[in-house]
Structure formats: structure tokens, C-alpha cells
């Protein structure tokens, strides 16, 4: 099994940062590819950004695309999402999950999820 841990979410005033981390347990963390999905109120959920296993290919929704960087570190068991330039549009909890898949852009393609971090954007 794995668990996962997002951490890094919070207010932010629209043009500004924020820095998620998904902390992840087991040896197998890289074995897997990762991603990262919001879901806003109201609505379902999206997908927004996915790293292979190896970390050598991103792949990023279009309203993201420019302005958040996925990365991970598998010496560290931790999945980043650096997100720049924010709109009020950017205003979701955040999931991190993993999936055993080589290229997984589908909620159902993911086995793990983590519990989810809350990010706002004043304007």
C-alpha cells in the first residue's frame, strides 16, 4: 500500500505562489507516476498535472500549463507542485495520487490518493 500526505496549501493573494508537497510511504514510491488533481466547490474533479516515473515527462492541463511546475524527488518519497501566477479560478482542495500507469491523465487510472489541501485565491 501507499500513503499520501499533501502539505503546503493556503491563502494567497492572485500573481502570488504557492508550493505543494505530497509526502508519500513505501519503498515502492518510485515505481510509480504521480499527479496531482483539484476539485473547486461545486464541481468534480480535474485533472491538472502528472510526472513519470522517472520524472523525465510532465504533462499539464491547458488552464495550468505555463504557470505550474510538477516535480518529484524519489530519494525524498515527495511529489512537488509549484504553482505560479494565480488566479481566483485556482481555488480547489488539492489531491496528490499515484498510479501504476506510464502516462495516467485519468482519475481511475490512479490507485492512491492523498487526503487533500485547501488553496485559495484572494483577488
Known amino acids: 500500500q501507499v500513503q499520501l500526505v499533501e502539505s503546503g496549501g493556503g491563502l494567497v493573494q492572485a500573481g502570488g505562489s504557492l508550493r505543494l508537497s505530497c509526502a508519500a510511504s513505501?519503498?515502492?514510491?518510485?515505481?510509480?507516476?504521480m499527479g496531482w488533481f483539484r476539485q473547486a466547490p461545486g464541481k468534480e474533479r480535474e485533472f491538472v498535472a502528472a510526472?513519470?516515473?522517472?520524472?523525465?515527462?510532465?504533462y499539464y492541463a491547458d488552464s495550468v500549463k505555463g504557470r505550474f511546475t510538477i516535480s518529484r524527488d524519489n530519494a525524498k518519497n515527495t511529489v512537488y507542485l509549484q504553482m505560479n501566477a494565480m488566479k481566483p479560478e485556482d481555488t480547489a482542495v488539492y489531491y496528490c495520487?499515484?498510479?501504476?500507469?506510464?502516462?495516467?491523465?485519468?482519475?481511475?487510472?490512479?490507485?492512491?490518493w492523498g487526503q487533500g489541501t485547501q488553496v485559495t485565491v484572494s483577488s
Open positions: 513505501g519503498r515502492t514510491f518510485s515505481s510509480y507516476a
Open positions: 510526472i513519470r516515473w522517472s520524472g523525465g515527462s510532465t
Open positions: 495520487a499515484a498510479s501504476p500507469v506510464w502516462i495516467p491523465l485519468r482519475s481511475y487510472e490512479y490507485d492512491y
